[in-house]
């Protein structure tokens, strides 16, 4: 167990609609950061948040939105949702700054039909 | 994109024999990392070694890193069947966000009893 958890394991949606993954950090990490897994693109790093704040961004696409709350706990916001959404989304933490080692959530597996 | 390479894409050995898996990336890195990921389920981190390091040991784990062919290798030695699992390379390439990671496609490790 990381430590890190994430809601809901599994989500079945339709196209055009909109979801929302959750994401608890570790205790005592500031920092989130959310990965999508898919067949043809493999793990590719979304967004990070530390303390509340944007600090990093990757592949995320515009549809695509993150917030990382008072509590630190994260949100991953997707809207009009395309077939190609499909995939894991995961939400990992980080301790100090600069061990570099990422605790993975179990990950959110998202089918739109 | 993918920043890490990974050769082979997937292996099948017995129980007791060793693995080794190469990676191969594209730019300059401050780290690199291996994770295990069993099937459908979260990330587990393995083990991290820094640009300034050539080989580092966890366990049955060897790593070894060389910065000039841009290269690094991952050794199970003495491999159960609880090895079976896929096994990404990440390089953190950045200073000023870490934990933003880009993976390699993974090598799929199949240890038969």
């Known amino acids: 167990d990381s430590g890190v958890t994430q809601t809901p394991k599994h989500l079945i949606t339709a196209t055009g609609q909109r979801v929302t993954l959750r994401c608890s950090p570790r205790s005592g990490d500031l920092s989130v950061y959310w990965y999508q897994q898919s067949l043809d693109q493999g793990l590719q790093f979304l967004i990070q948040y530390y303390n509340g704040e944007e600090r990093a961004k990757g592949n995320i696409l515009e549809r695509f939105s993150a917030q990382q709350f008072p509590d630190l706990h994260s949100e991953l916001n997707l809207s009009s949702l395309e077939l190609g959404d499909s995939a894991l989304y995961f939400c990992?933490?980080?301790?100090?700054?600069?061990?570099?080692?990422?605790?993975f959530g179990e990950g959110s597996r998202l089918t739109v039909l | 994109s993918q920043q890490g390479e990974e050769d082979p894409q997937a292996l099948s050995i017995q129980e007791g024999e060793n693995a080794t898996m190469n990676c191969s990336y594209k730019?300059?890195?401050?780290?690199l990392q291996w994770y295990r990921q069993n099937s459908g389920r979260g990330l587990v981190h393995l083990i991290l070694?820094?640009?300034?390091?050539r080989e580092k040991h966890s366990g049955r784990l060897r790593v070894t890193l060389d910065t000039s062919k841009k290269s690094s290798s991952l050794l199970i030695t003495a491999s159960r069947a609880a090895d079976t699992a896929s096994y990404f390379c990440a390089t953190d390439a950045t200073t000023d966000s870490w934990g933003k990671l880009q993976f390699g496609a993974g090598t799929q490790v199949v240890v038969t009893p």
């Open positions: 070694i820094r640009s300034n390091e």
């Open positions: 990992a933490s980080c301790g100090a700054p600069d061990t570099g080692e990422l605790f």
């Open positions: 730019t300059s890195i401050n780290n």
